[in-house]
């Protein structure tokens, strides 16, 4: 059985609000997707820098997805990794979806098409929009965990690490020359840097060699780089600007966070909370940007906007942790078992294991 990495659930929950901070005192407003609220400028201004909550969560897959992909057949892993992402998504989109038709909110509409192409994921293969604008990462995750079940298919997942300097040397190349949007949706080139540091630091904890450092300080260095890049694009946005040193910390701050957390010696006492707020992270994480931001103008119209935006995240939180210990912790692991059991004659050669 291999060993849960309990602090590395602190911190995916810490990303996790940056990500529902930046949604509800930043980006909410700068869209025009909530009213303008008098919250201080300080508040504002330092939540601008929450959306980096997403390049922790892309290090935390990098280095987790190739931990736990590790010794398992592909059927194995597919199973895994489907469950995990797929049920929660159906239900957390199909909440989404009531909670904005009932809220009669003009800027959030979702027509049945849409809804029926979000159930595939891969809504804008079909021409729709994401039901939820945050849908987006979890679509770069997939893509990233379908490459990791081509590896376990092809038995070459421990060539991983010379796959992931060549993935690195493509992206540059891409974002910095070529700029195929094909190349950018198949291989992810401009984040490709955050998985592919998290790749390194799950090889760094097999041994520290200078091969596994090289790529570690260039997957940093290109994901700064790609951050950089993007501040542009997010000021044109959202006419607010960003502070160039303030982003370079801020990854290079949360690769050395996640070190320290992934390395911690945490006494007991802490992993079944920290294992509680790691199961609430992926349905808070669905249901909490045009949920919360349906509910927080009528909300704002009784109290003030601040105590507003915090009922709705405790009451975000709330859903949650309801869903993750009511639903979740139980029909996962018996839906797991019993597709594996359906799809396990389906595919023998996939599950079929090195000699």
Known sequence: MEKHLFGLDGLRFLAAMAVVGFHFLFRGEAAGDLPQMPLPDMLRSAAAYGYLGVSIFFIISGFVILYSAEGRTPLEFFVSRFVRIYPTFIVMMTITTLVVVIAANPRFEVSPGQYGANLMVFSLLLGEPFVDGAYWSIVLELVFYGWIFLLLVIKRLDDIETIAFGWLALSLANEAFFQVRLLQDALITEYSG??????????????????????????LSYGVFTSLRAASWFEAEYGSALSRPVIAAAVLGGAALFVLIARANL??????????????TYPLYLIHQHVGYVTIPPLAALVHPGVAILVAVFGLLAFSLAFHTLVERSALPVLRARLYRLLQPFAPALDRRPS
């Open 194 to 219: 955050f998985f592919v540091a998290g790749i390194a630091l799950q090889r760094l904890g097999k041994g520290v060699t200078p091969t596994r450092l090289a790529l570690l300080v260039l997957s």
């Open 267 to 280: 006494p007991r006492r802490f992993w079944g909370p920290l294992k509680l707020v790691g199961g609430v």
